[in-house]
């Protein structure tokens, strides 16, 4: 399983704000999606992002992530 949240976190520069969702083309589903939030979770607990935003479906699964790169 690709790691969402690392891709989109080297990919960013220092400072910006970027979306996390899946990409269908790559295999993601929303159900293969949850764990990109611990992926970023993780990430922010080692101090190289801040996640701004958790935006969920009416199921309660999370459909996209907010981040901002830190370091």
Request: aromatic share 4%; glycine share 6%.
């Amino acid at each position: 399983m690709r790691d969402i949240a690392k891709e989109v976190y080297n990919k960013m520069k220092v400072g910006a704000a970027a979306w996390i969702r899946p990409v269908s083309a790559k295999g993601d589903t929303i159900q293969s999606f949850q764990s990109a939030h611990d992926a970023a979770r993780a990430l922010e607990d080692e101090g190289l992002i801040n996640i701004m935003k958790v935006q969920r479906d009416e199921d309660g699964l999370i459909e996209a992530i907010r981040i901002q790169k830190l370091n």
